[in-house]
């Protein structure tokens, strides 16, 4: 489908100073001047796309999920709708899209993004809000999980601060998936910027409100999260994501760790910071303590050639599809997966590991041509005697599917005397060792440090990993 485009006439004001000589002398710039700001457009869309406004859907996504409907409306004479396609659509797996301006608009003036909605069952829309124009999202506001009914109902998305967006691309997005794998429909009218002045009492916080302690090494990187809360004249306290250019940042140690204006905090010395934050004047709940540990050392970068090779988490050779890195199954108390990068290298950490999943089960893996399992481990815990851990794989069977009675797994266990204190670690486990009957629907890999163990069940709780491959010993 072609992008939908309602080009404006736009008038462009060309400012320049205008030199008078005079008796020899230069006229000064009168500082009744008034430089050109960008329009203040509320409207997005009434009956219509307003001036300037675009549609782009996501890639992936159902691209003629929007139509532009005249029959459904709340008021006037047309309202957006949004067909969501059902679970296996070849057109799109859901549905999708930005409306930016890219003329830019200065939202300054407003509290909110209000619009009316309802739809053709009661549903929970993932992702809505604006400040996505597919570039940096700087402003980016998401107002996550929204629930709809099928009755017209007005929604509020509040602004966490108006002054910064005096030049905003981003005029709406969302994103919706199937609900219980069925498509439906639902419609948006009236959607336009306010100044309501009933968004009140604000309540920014990072990572949730909590206080972080993280320990990291020299040259990784972590990027804050961030909400905003008001209070609107309903009654209804309304949460938005809020993009971290939102707040102002404060870093109790800049020389170990920065915050760049999108929320990046770079690690660049050995020592301890407080990352703490400030949004409309207004402190935010939460912070980010950083305990760097000086300089990182990698793993060996692995040299297999890649036809051998099926690799489950490397930088080194192209990855399967991977469900997840932890699948926060119940009785676990790991954090963590996949979220540590280091000079560009990303690592898997694992903390408060108990026990811990890798799953790749859409599609699972056949390694039956496989001799080894290779992975890098690197314990950060002091190594005690009777500390271990334990590798496990799961194969789903013939059926490909958990449960039926096919399935099969296998454990080796790594002891203290073969694990060692912030080095790496490399195993080369033979699949034979795992004793499994079969490995042509290998599902999940675990990491196991608790309760394997008969007679003392370990201390190990923090954990890196890197290179977790299987290969063909040739």
């Not at 009434?46 to 929007?66: C, N, Q, T, V």
């Not at 005029?171 to 439906?184: A, I, K, R, T």
């Not at 910027?193 to 009492?201: N, P, R």
């Not at 050392?297 to 469900?323: C, G, H, K, M």
Request: proline residues 5%; hydrophobic residues 40%.
């Amino acid at each position: 489908m072609k992008d939908i485009k309602i080009i404006s006439l736009k008038i462009a004001v060309l400012f320049g100073v205008i030199f008078t000589v005079t008796s020899g002398c230069e006229r000064s710039l009168s500082g009744d001047v008034d430089f050109a700001s960008f329009p203040v457009t509320a409207e997005v869309f009434i009956d219509g796309f307003s001036g300037g406004l675009e549609y782009r859907p996501f890639e992936g996504s159902k691209l003629d999920a929007f139509i532009v409907d005249d029959q459904e409306r709340y008021e006037g004479t047309a309202s957006m709708r949004f067909n969501v396609p059902n679970v296996g659509d070849p057109a799109g797996a859901f549905a999708g899209a930005i409306f930016p301006d890219n003329g830019g608009r200065n939202l300054s003036g407003y509290d909110a993004l209000t619009f009316w909605a309802r739809a053709s069952q009661g549903a929970t829309i993932n992702e809505i809000g604006f400040g996505n124009d597919f570039g940096e999202n700087k402003f980016l506001v998401t107002l996550p999980n929204m629930r709809i009914s099928t009755a017209w109902t007005k929604y509020i998305i509040p602004i966490p601060d108006p002054t910064r967006l005096t030049n905003e691309k981003g005029m709406f997005w969302y994103s919706e998936g199937p609900e219980n794998n069925n498509g439906y429909t639902f419609w948006i009218d009236e959607l336009k910027f306010e100044k309501l002045g009933t968004v009140a009492q604000p309540r920014p916080a990072i990572f949730n409100g909590e206080d972080r302690v993280e320990q990291t090494f020299i040259g990784s990187s972590f990027t804050v999260t961030g909400t905003q809360t008001f209070n609107l004249a309903s009654g209804l306290n309304q949460t938005v994501s809020a993009a971290p250019s939102y707040f102002t940042f404060t870093s109790t140690n800049p020389d170990v760790a920065r915050v760049n204006e999108l929320g990046v905090v770079s690690i660049l010395d050995q020592g301890t910071a407080k990352i703490t934050a400030v949004l409309a004047g207004v402190r935010a709940a939460g912070s980010l303590t950083v305990e760097s540990l000086g300089n990182f050392t990698p793993p060996l970068i692995p040299t297999r050639d890649a036809a051998n090779v099926i690799s489950i988490f490397s930088d080194a050779y192209t990855n399967v599809p991977v469900d997840f890195y932890n699948g926060f199954f119940g009785g676990q108390t790991t954090l963590g997966g996949a979220d540590l990068v280091i000079d560009g290298n990303n690592i898997i950490r694992y903390t408060e590991l108990n026990f811990v999943a890798t799953e790749f089960k859409n599609p699972t893996i056949d390694i039956t041509q496989m001799t080894h399992l290779h992975v890098d481990v690197q314990v950060e815990n002091p190594v005690n005697t009777g500390d271990f851990v334990t590798i496990e794989l799961g194969d789903f069977g013939a059926n490909a599917a958990f449960g039926g009675g096919d399935d099969s797994s296998g454990r080796v266990t790594f002891t203290s005397d073969t694990l060692k204190t912030r080095t790496w670690v490399p195993f080369d486990i033979p699949l034979t060792d795992f004793g499994l009957t079969n490995r042509s629907n290998l599902a999940q890999l675990f990491f196991i440090t608790e309760g394997t163990n008969d007679t003392q069940p370990g201390t190990i709780t923090d954990l890196l990993v890197d290179n977790m491959y299987f290969y063909r010993q040739e």
